[in-house]
Nanobody, 115 residues
Framework: QVQLVESGGGLVQPGGSLRLSCAAS????????MAWYRQTPVKQREWVATITSGDFTTYADSVKGRFTISRDNAKNTVYLQMNSLKPEDTAVYYC?????????WGQGTQVTVSS
């Protein structure tokens, strides 16, 4: 049974930083493409960043230069380092694991950027 558990969300002031973690179980983690998405009550879920099994990374334009996705295959964990946070980064952040047609989601972690 696949489980993706996000952690690290919270309240942060504009300009601050947070690091999200997503611990995976039930999959051969190193063979999966991992990604982060985010969603607000008024917007559809949007893609934030992806890291492939070969450590190739891509980012949405809105977070490029501020966010960094990384993975630790020994810990079955993917991270999202978020710097220079803005109020518009406020959202529930979801971890996604994908391999071929198989895709799984975590339960999400809330990030709120506010003064």
């Amino acid at each position: 049974q696949v489980q993706l558990v996000e952690s690290g969300g919270g309240l942060v002031q504009p300009g601050g930083s947070l690091r999200l973690s997503c611990a995976a179980s039930g999959i051969i983690f190193s063979s999966y493409t991992m990604a982060w998405y985010r969603q607000t009550p008024v917007k559809q879920r949007e893609w934030v960043a992806t890291i492939t099994s070969g450590d190739f990374t891509t980012y949405a334009d809105s977070v490029k230069g501020r966010f960094t996705i990384s993975r630790d295959n020994a810990k079955n964990t993917v991270y999202l380092q978020m710097n220079s946070l803005k109020p518009e980064d406020t959202a529930v952040y979801y971890c996604n694991a994908r391999k071929g047609l198989i895709t799984d989601w975590g339960q999400g972690t809330q990030v709120t950027v506010s003064s």
